[in-house]
């Protein structure tokens, strides 16, 4: 069965790359990154589209792949509170396909150091320390938290992978707490 892996965390925690490396470990993978949709968004996308438009596109884009016959879609975005998690499951509509989510994790001063290293981006600032600790603050509805402070992506990315594949083969829900 077609399923979604969310990948999240906060801004230069690495959920590009392990979200990159997913899709070559896992065959028929489409990856959705949430910085290409913002890019589509218009400013004060809010103000224009209403809430929550990026998640719900990321939504309906996943459910047009999974409609083509994509095996797996792989959401590379900042989810920071449960309407986040509301505005994608919306946007799938039913029946709904199973939900992994994976929130990528790192002490505050790792992430700030990241971020601020990435090229083809300005640093993001004070943004990051804001959605650090909103994550923190909502843990308990951000699906599995995965340190990756002193792991390498591509383990990152085999821990994810063998998780959902441990999911899969014993026929159970989903071990997300997407709610």
């Known amino acids: 069965m077609a399923e979604v892996l969310i990948i999240s965390g906060p801004p230069g925690v690495g959920k590009t790359t392990v979200s990159r490396i997913l899709a070559e470990l896992l065959p028929g993978t489409v990856c ?3 910085d290409d949709l913002r890019a589509f968004a218009p400013k004060n996308a809010r103000e224009h589209l209403g809430g929550g438009s990026t998640f719900r596109a990321a ?3 996943a459910k047009a792949y999974l409609a083509m016959g994509a095996a797996r879609i792989v959401v590379d975005y900042v989810f920071l509170r449960r309407s ?3 505005y ?3 946007g799938l509509g039913s029946p709904e396909p199973p939900i992994h989510m994976f929130t990528l994790w790192a002490p505050l001063d790792v992430v700030q150091s990241r971020e601020q290293e990435r090229v083809a981006r300005s640093p993001l600032g004070p943004a990051v320390e804001e959605c650090w600790n909103e ?3 909502n843990k ?3 699906g599995e938290f995965i340190d990756n402070a002193a792991v390498e992506p591509d383990e990152v990315a085999r821990r994810i992978s063998a998780s959902v594949r441990h999911v899969a083969v ?3 829900r989903p071990t997300s707490r997407c709610t």
């Open 170 to 172: 014993l026929g159970g």
């Open 88 to 90: 994608f499951r919306e």
């Open 135 to 137: 994550i923190e603050r």
């Open 140 to 142: 308990a509805i951000l």
């Open 84 to 86: 986040h998690v509301a």
């Open 32 to 34: 959705i990154r949430g």
């Open 59 to 61: 939504a309906v884009l």
